[in-house]
């Protein structure tokens, strides 16, 4: 089950929130770990198994390293084998197809090689299992006594499938003390929804458009149709995976929870730098804080912080798919990374801002390449076909049909969205609040303007959900 179904917005999720409400609050997490679990289990009817081992080993996991630290000993050897516990497990399914070959010959193993298959937001629980096991080691929180909070910190449903990845000391407070607002529950429908409409309404066409241009023979690619490809890859990638991280920050707000912001308009960056700070900030502070500064971080000189940018970002690259484009995605962040931290980046600040931000799309787009496409000739050929290198000049027809109206009017919604136009307004609404004469006539005007867009989002979104077209869920392979 995703967010973007008939099925969980009209069914499922009004389901959940009226038992929620008559729950009661000694209840609710009770009602909230089954309904995650049903969750989980409606698409993965199997690998809950695999939700419930790991929510029982990292509670036995964390009881065991504070026992320990109780006793005054450190635990190292204990977090050790709860670490390698996690990763054991994630590579297992996420790593099957390059392990499969080595496995398959072992007896005992073969049968589970032949029918591995990645469950579902398997990279996302396990981190934020990884964070738990180490925040309690390094004593930032204390273990989790009550195996009901700890299933409900893994499984909860809103960030289960595609993030963001919740560390638990973020969340420890309101595993059992929350109170549900009605100003927090407006607030998260409205983000619901606004997450509901960039998936639905701008990341599905243009996906669309892109399976197209990717699915054609890289060979008879046109440079402009290459391009074109390459954008509506940029601009999904972007509305989806935002998408999904404000649909799970508003379903979280329904049900009393505060996660932190995922997204930050990452497009407007004038570096790789600034576009790790902006993009999927919940995987950039992960992996800062739980790889990145045990490793030594910018701390031990240039060349091991190089190093260690290299280690991270191949990590990175690792946690995203088992295939050599996405290690070649990664390492190219970090080599761009340890540049900008050199005499380039030192140029880079002093060149003016258009050309940064010029830099940033010409290597954010070039690395996307390699996100999207698994076959390393033809992630050459593409780039190949992006600089004129190609025998074609005319676009495909299947593409010309394609590029109706409505695409074009996509397009330019995805270009202006990606840009930090809302926040604007709703600062400019504020402002407005401060003015006295006419603030009370404009703010009830726009309050019922936002009320009405909201109605005409989720209405479109809704038809489009309903009448089938095209919706993938892109974060299977996450």
Same mark, same amino acid.
């Given at each position: 089950?995703?967010?973007?179904?008939?099925?969980?917005?009209?069914?499922?999720?009004?389901?959940?929130?009226?038992?929620?409400?008559?729950?009661?609050?000694?209840?609710?997490?009770?009602?909230? #770990?089954?309904?995650?679990?049903?969750?989980? $289990?409606?698409?993965?009817?199997?690998? /809950?198994?695999?939700?419930?081992?790991?929510?029982?080993?990292?509670?036995?996991?964390?009881? &065991?390293?504070?026992?320990?630290?109780?006793?005054?000993?450190?635990?190292?050897?204990?977090?050790?084998?709860?670490?390698?516990?996690?990763?054991?497990?994630?590579?297992?399914?996420?790593?099957?197809?390059?392990?499969?070959?080595?496995?398959?010959?072992?007896?005992?193993?073969?049968?589970?090689?032949?029918?591995?298959?990645?469950?579902?937001?398997?990279?996302?629980?396990?981190?934020?299992?990884?964070?738990?096991?180490?925040?309690?080691?390094?004593?930032?929180?204390?273990?989790?006594?009550?195996?009901?909070?700890?299933?409900?910190?893994?499984?909860?449903?809103?960030?289960?499938?595609? &993030?963001?990845?919740?560390?638990?000391?973020?969340?420890?407070?309101? +595993?059992? =003390?929350?109170?549900?607002?009605?100003?927090?529950? *407006?607030?998260?429908?409205?983000?619901?929804?606004?997450? #509901?409409?960039?998936?639905?309404?701008?990341?599905?066409?243009? %996906?669309?458009?892109? @399976?197209?241009?990717? $699915?054609?023979?890289?060979?008879?690619?046109?440079?402009?149709?290459?391009? +074109?490809?390459?954008?509506?890859?940029?601009?999904?990638?972007?509305? @989806?995976?935002?998408?999904?991280?404000?649909? *799970? !920050?508003?379903?979280?707000?329904?049900? &009393?929870?505060?996660?932190?912001?995922?997204?930050?308009?990452?497009?407007?960056?004038?570096?790789?730098?600034?576009?790790?700070?902006?993009?999927?900030?919940?995987?950039?502070?992960?992996?800062?804080?739980?790889?990145? !500064?045990?490793?030594?971080?910018?701390?031990?000189?240039?060349?091991?912080?190089? /190093?260690?940018?290299?280690? /991270?970002?191949?990590?990175? %690259?690792?946690?995203?798919?088992?295939?050599?484009?996405? !290690?070649?995605?990664?390492?190219?962040?970090?080599?761009?990374?340890? #540049?900008?931290?050199?005499?380039?980046?030192?140029?880079?600040?002093?060149?003016?801002?258009?050309?940064?931000?010029?830099?940033?799309?010409?290597?954010?787009?070039?690395?996307?390449?390699?996100?999207?496409?698994?076959?390393?000739?033809?992630?050459?050929?593409?780039?190949?076909?992006?600089?004129?290198?190609?025998?074609?000049? $005319?676009?495909?027809?299947?593409?010309?049909?394609?590029?109706?109206?409505?695409?074009?009017?996509?397009?330019?919604?995805?270009?202006?969205?990606?840009?930090?136009?809302?926040?604007?307004?709703?600062?400019?609404?504020?402002?407005?609040?401060?003015?006295?004469?006419?603030? =009370?006539?404009?703010?009830?005007?726009?309050?019922?303007?936002?009320?009405?867009?909201?109605? /005409?989002?989720?209405?479109?979104?809704?038809?489009?959900? !309903?009448?089938?077209?095209?919706?993938?869920?892109?974060?299977?392979?996450?």
């Amino acid at each position: 089950m995703v967010f973007s179904s008939t099925l969980f917005i009209f069914f499922f999720l009004p389901l959940v929130l009226l038992s929620y409400l008559l729950a009661g609050r000694k209840f609710r997490n009770l009602l909230l #770990l089954i309904a995650s679990l049903v969750f989980y $289990a409606w698409g993965e009817p199997v690998y /809950v198994a695999v939700m419930l081992f790991s929510i029982v080993a990292n509670y036995f996991f964390g009881l &065991g390293i504070g026992r320990i630290q109780e006793r005054g000993e450190r635990g190292g050897w204990a977090l050790c084998w709860a670490v390698l516990a996690n990763i054991g497990l994630l590579c297992f399914f996420k790593y099957a197809d390059l392990l499969r070959p080595y496995l398959a010959s072992i007896e005992w193993l073969a049968p589970a090689m032949q029918q591995s298959h990645l469950p579902m937001g398997i990279s996302f629980f396990t981190f934020q299992a990884i964070s738990y096991v180490v925040d309690v080691y390094r004593k930032v929180t204390p273990p989790q006594r009550n195996i009901l909070n700890m299933g409900l910190f893994i499984a909860l449903f809103p960030k289960l499938m595609a &993030g963001p990845i919740v560390r638990y000391h973020d969340i420890v407070g309101q +595993l059992t =003390k929350r109170t549900v607002l009605m100003e927090d529950f *407006a607030t998260g429908v409205e983000r619901f929804i606004f997450g #509901l409409s960039k998936k639905v309404l701008i990341a599905n066409p243009l %996906g669309n458009m892109a @399976d197209m241009v990717f $699915a054609l023979q890289v060979s008879t690619l046109s440079t402009f149709t290459a391009w +074109l490809g390459i954008i509506c890859y940029t601009l999904q990638l972007y509305f @989806d995976f935002s998408g999904y991280s404000d649909m *799970a !920050i508003g379903l979280g707000r329904m049900f &009393g929870f505060s996660f932190l912001e995922n997204f930050n308009y990452p497009y407007i960056s004038r570096s790789i730098q600034e576009f790790w700070r902006r993009w999927h900030i919940s995987l950039s502070n992960w992996f800062r804080d739980y790889l990145y !500064i045990p490793l030594g971080g910018n701390r031990l000189g240039p060349i091991r912080t190089s /190093v260690n940018l290299l280690i /991270v970002f191949f990590f990175c %690259g690792m946690w995203h798919g088992a295939s050599w484009n996405f !290690i070649a995605w990664g390492l190219l962040h970090g080599f761009f990374l340890m #540049l900008e931290r050199g005499v380039f980046g030192r140029t880079l600040q002093a060149a003016p801002l258009p050309l940064r931000h010029i830099y940033f799309l010409f290597v954010i787009m070039n690395t996307w390449v390699f996100f999207r496409l698994d076959n390393l000739p033809h992630i050459w050929t593409y780039l190949s076909a992006l600089y004129g290198f190609t025998s074609s000049h $005319a676009i495909h027809p299947v593409i010309h049909v394609a590029m109706d109206l409505s695409f074009y009017f996509t397009l330019i919604a995805g270009v202006i969205l990606a840009m930090p136009i809302y926040p604007y307004c709703t600062r400019l609404l504020s402002s407005v609040r401060m003015v006295s004469s006419i603030s =009370k006539v404009v703010v009830s005007s726009m309050s019922l303007l936002k009320i009405c867009l909201l109605g /005409v989002l989720f209405l479109f979104s809704s038809t489009s959900l !309903i009448v089938g077209a095209y919706n993938p869920f892109i974060y299977f392979r996450f």
